[in-house]
């Protein structure tokens, strides 16, 4: 069965910090791999989207890396603020259904000031 | 452009009741979703379209019927509202499907409550 998993699942850093969320997956055949950003009471928004081939992709201060032979993915958060709370969410697609997707249950970020 | 618009945004039912939920978008996309999502879970497929006039069930779409009439339109219908409906329902729409790189853009959602 196709699954995401992401860790921690909740997590609490002061403004101005880093932080790295993990995503590791059994999903297969792969397509791509996708972060998203929900803020509470809205809907997902792209952060990345990284094929086989890629490494690592940056969207501003967020940066994803994909390790596509240990199924591993990290979104890191550089220097975090405080519209960075919210929750991310892995989201892994294989290329045997081109409609289906499997969600990770995300992690929620926390910045304090 | 207004991207994926939800209507509405909030919603009581009774159990037993029947509702449409209403998504359109302004993107002249072909793929159009629709997921809900539970207190603190992933987001789950309940059918999806590949364009007008066609349209497939996702992970969950027990209790759920789609129609797919226009581009612009991928309304859900409940027809018999149960308790474990209770969610939060998000449309999204993209160009191509989600195993090409392209964004999939969601709406607001749509937050039910079934008593």
């Known amino acids: 069965k196709n699954q995401v998993e992401q860790s921690p699942q909740s997590l609490i850093i002061l403004e101005g910090k880093n932080c790295t969320l993990q995503c590791n997956y059994t999903v297969s055949p792969f397509s791509n791999l996708r972060w998203y950003k929900q803020d509470t009471g809205r809907g997902p928004v792209s952060l990345t989207i990284m094929t086989f081939s890629e490494n690592t992709k940056s969207n501003g201060r967020y940066t994803a890396t994909l390790d596509a032979d240990t199924k591993q993915s990290s979104l890191h958060i550089t220097a975090s603020q405080l519209s960075d709370s919210a929750s991310y969410i892995c989201v892994v697609t294989s290329n045997t259904n081109a409609g289906k997707s499997t969600f990770g249950d995300g992690t929620t970020l926390t910045v304090k000031p | 452009n207004a991207g994926v618009t939800q209507t509405p945004k909030f919603r009581i039912l009774k159990i037993g009741q029947s509702m449409t939920l209403q998504c359109t978008q302004d993107m002249n996309h072909n793929y159009m979703y629709w997921y809900r999502q539970d207190p603190g879970m992933g987001l789950k497929l309940i059918y999806y379209s590949v364009g007008a006039g066609i349209t497939d069930k996702g992970e969950v779409p027990n209790g759920y019927n789609v129609s797919r009439s226009t581009t612009e339109d991928f309304p859900l219908r409940l027809e018999l509202a149960a308790p474990s409906q209770t969610s939060v329902y998000f449309c999204?729409?993209?160009?191509?499907?989600?195993?090409?790189?392209?964004?999939?853009?969601f709406g607001p959602g749509t937050r039910l409550t079934v008593l």
């Open positions: 999204a729409s993209s160009t191509l499907g989600l195993a090409g790189v392209n964004e999939q853009f």
